[in-house]
């Protein structure tokens, strides 16, 4: 038997920061001397641009579009410090199923063994964090990733994307799904915003992995088409990101969350929404906002 493929899945709502701290993530476990792979799952077929200079690579929907069969070794394009770079792409706009792209990479790629082949020590899904669509919900309901993270900030809309995504884990979980590895917490601003984390993951019976601050270093690396990692390696931000893959590469125990019902959920933001309020007014100081 070989070695044994760390499999991950990154959900989140779309732009929330979901790929900018998936290819830091890349970036930081490639550092470490792991061979990595990401595993681009959005439509847009943008999660691996940070890694290979802001250049898009063609899909493998786009590819098989254009050819009849397609060697799984003929869509991975490598990226920074010899990360395996994919994207699965999606129909044409308007067209189909946006997750058909992720179910027939995945086939293409499994039926070929090419993780196997590459001798990869992490593969790493980048997923757009909507399980309605059953093709968004294949890392998850397949049992190809083990362990599901979620990145999520402060907003509520993000905060119902990830306790939707928490749904979708329970559903699939008693037929051999992945279970949470945890939250994500991204774009930390003002203390209140990791304290909504704080009480969103303890209410889910869930923990947050990393807190990531906003930070203008992660702009300015983008517009150069790269990481924080490649782009500003002595940064602050960049030493986060090397803290959160430590923290996933030594991930072992995953589990079950325990998603909030809707009224529960909208019951608890509007309990935060009086709080802030009352925080912006000066009737509680920021400590006492909880």
């Not at 993530?25 to 061979?35: F, H, R, V």
């Not at 917490?185 to 984390?197: D, F, K, L, V």
């Not at 990101?241 to 933001?269: D, G, M, N």
């Amino acid at each position: 038997m070989g070695k044994k493929i760390k499999q991950i899945a990154i959900y989140g709502k779309g732009g929330i920061g979901k790929s900018t701290t998936t290819s830091n993530l890349s970036a930081a476990l490639a550092e470490m001397g792991l061979k990595v792979m990401q595993f681009g799952c959005d439509p847009k077929s943008d999660s691996t641009n940070t890694l290979r200079k802001g250049k898009f690579i063609p899909t493998v929907l786009d590819t098989l579009r254009e050819q009849s069969a397609v060697k799984a070794r003929d869509v991975i394009y490598e990226g920074f410090s010899g990360i395996y770079c994919v994207e699965a792409g999606g129909p044409a706009p308007g067209v189909g199923c946006a997750g058909r792209g992720i179910i027939t990479a995945v086939e293409l790629f499994k039926q070929q063994r090419v993780f196997q082949e590459l001798d990869l020590d992490v593969v790493i899904f980048d997923v757009l964090g909507d399980v309605v669509c059953g093709g968004f919900a294949v890392p998850i309901r397949e049992g190809i990733a083990e362990h599901v993270f979620t990145v999520s900030s402060s907003d509520f809309m993000s905060i119902y994307a990830s306790n939707n995504l928490f749904k979708g884990i329970i559903k699939y979980s008693n037929a051999g799904g992945a279970l949470l590895g945890g939250v994500i917490a991204n774009s930390m601003g003002p203390p209140y915003s990791r304290e909504i984390i704080d009480d969103f993951v303890a209410k889910t019976g869930t923990a947050v992995m990393e807190y990531i601050p906003r930070s203008i270093s992660v702009t300015q690396s983008e517009l150069q088409g790269k990481t924080t990692i490649e782009a500003l390696p002595q940064s602050a931000q960049a030493e986060i990101y090397r803290s959160l893959a430590r923290k996933i590469a030594a991930h072992q125990t995953s589990k079950a969350p325990a998603p909030l019902e809707v009224s529960a959920l909208r019951e608890w933001a509007g309990l935060w929404a009086d709080r802030l309020l009352a925080l912006e007014q000066g009737k509680v100081s920021e400590g006492d906002a909880i």
